[in-house]
C-alpha cells in the first residue's frame, strides 16, 4: 500500500522559509517521479513542482520557479521540498504525489497534506 505521509508545515511571515518532508513507504521509491501539489482554500488543486527519478530533473511552476526547490533522498525514501520567499499567495495545503503520466494530477496517488500559512 502506497503511503505518503508529508510534515514540516506551519505558519510563517512573508519572507520567510519552510522546509518540506515526504516519508514514503509502500512502493519503489526511486524509480517513480515525484511531485508537490498544493491546494489553496476554495481554490483546486495546483502543481507546484516534479523531480525525475532517473537523472534527478526537476521542474517547476512559474509562480513558485526561483523561490522552491524540490529535492529528493532516495536512500531515505523522502521527498523534499525547500520553501524560500514566501508570499501571502503561497498559503496552501501541500501534498507530495506519485507523478503517475498515464493518469490526471488530481487523481495522484497523495498524502494527507501539511498545511503551510504566510501572514503577518
Known amino acids: 500500500e502506497v503511503q505518503l505521509v508529508e510534515s514540516g508545515g506551519g505558519l510563517v511571515q512573508p519572507g520567510g522559509s519552510l522546509t518540506l518532508s515526504c516519508a514514503a513507504s509502500?512502493?519503489?521509491?526511486?524509480?517513480?517521479?515525484m511531485s508537490w501539489v498544493r491546494q489553496a482554500p476554495g481554490k483546486g488543486l495546483e502543481w507546484v513542482s516534479t523531480?525525475?527519478?532517473?537523472?534527478?530533473?526537476?521542474y517547476y511552476a512559474e509562480a513558485v520557479k526561483g523561490r522552491f526547490t524540490i529535492s529528493r533522498d532516495n536512500a531515505k525514501n523522502t521527498l523534499y521540498l525547500q520553501l524560500n520567499s514566501l508570499k501571502t499567495e503561497d498559503t496552501a495545503i501541500y501534498y507530495c504525489?506519485?507523478?503517475?503520466?498515464?493518469?490526471?494530477?488530481?487523481?495522484?496517488?497523495r498524502g494527507q497534506g501539511t498545511q503551510v500559512t504566510v501572514s503577518s
Open positions: 504525489a506519485q507523478a503517475l503520466p498515464s493518469i490526471d494530477m488530481e487523481r495522484w496517488p
Open positions: 509502500g512502493f519503489n521509491f526511486g524509480v517513480v517521479d
Open positions: 523531480i525525475n527519478w532517473r537523472d534527478y530533473h526537476t
